[in-house]
């Protein structure tokens, strides 16, 4: 899983200096910005990329991360929908993640995106709380909520939340973990184009993992979000 997730994230950062603007660029129906709204919005969410663990009272992690996610490139609503009308198979969102523990197992952190080539801006926070801390024999168990928000593109605004309960349990250098999530997304378009109503969606999705520590201080993270819009999730740092 790991060869086919580093494979598919290697192609998606070939698309980045292909990727463009959100923008009009035609008219779209209700139901194409519904879809439009759904697929976008869930590259836009705040996954977890993090083991259900808590960093402790005195812990940071810091890392950069890419989250790419399989899009409909070949429906009408993305090719109206990018500057140049060709959108790109697989849209990458690089970002940078910063998380910080407090005490009573209580994990904050924030992450901010700015997709090269393009107008995508986006902000985002989150807060984790341990429900079990795990032990050498027993699991850790988390529930986790977050927030993001787009800047930068004029056409659209889209916001998202989300709640995660997360599971793992670390061996070695190993920390495998999973998940499941329920999410919602609110659209709302601003153009002179057309004239849409606001759309808010809710969906579901399970989430898998694997965080590898091959040096101290050093992680590396793989995640994939198994839902109705597929994503593949990498990140690089150092957790202390």
Do not use: C
């Not at 950069?64 to 009308?85: A, P």
């Not at 801006?121 to 807060?127: H, R």
């Not at 590898?212 to 593949?232: D, H, K, R, T, W």
């Amino acid at each position: 899983m790991i060869k086919k997730l580093i494979l598919v994230l290697l192609l998606a950062m070939s698309y980045v200096t292909q990727a463009n603007d959100i923008e009009f660029t035609d008219a779209i129906s209700q139901n194409q910005f519904e879809e439009f709204t759904k697929e976008f919005g869930t590259a836009l969410l705040f996954n977890p990329m993090a083991p259900a663990e808590p960093l402790g009272m005195l812990g940071f992690d810091v890392a950069l991360e890419t989250v790419v996610t399989d899009i409909s490139d070949e429906q009408e609503f993305w090719i109206n929908l990018v500057s140049d009308n060709d959108p790109v198979a697989y849209l990458p969102v690089p970002r940078l993640h910063v998380q910080k523990g407090l005490p009573f197992n209580i994990d904050v952190g924030a992450m901010y995106v700015s997709v090269p080539s393009t107008n995508i801006k986006l902000w985002g926070l989150e807060a984790k709380y341990a429900i079990l801390e795990g032990s050498t024999l027993t699991p850790a168990l988390s529930v986790r909520a977050s927030y993001t928000n787009l800047s930068g593109v004029d056409d659209v605004s889209i916001d998202t939340q989300a709640l995660d309960i997360l599971v793992s349990k670390g061996f070695l250098m190993f920390t495998p973990y999973a998940g499941a999530s329920i999410f919602r997304v609110n659209g709302s378009e601003n153009t002179d184009i057309v004239e849409l109503d606001d759309v808010n969606v809710t969906g579901y999705r399970a989430l898998v993992g694997m965080q590898v520590s091959p040096f101290p201080l050093m992680i590396i993270n793989a995640e994939v979000s198994l839902g109705e819009v597929p994503q593949y999730g990498l990140k690089i740092g150092l957790r202390f």
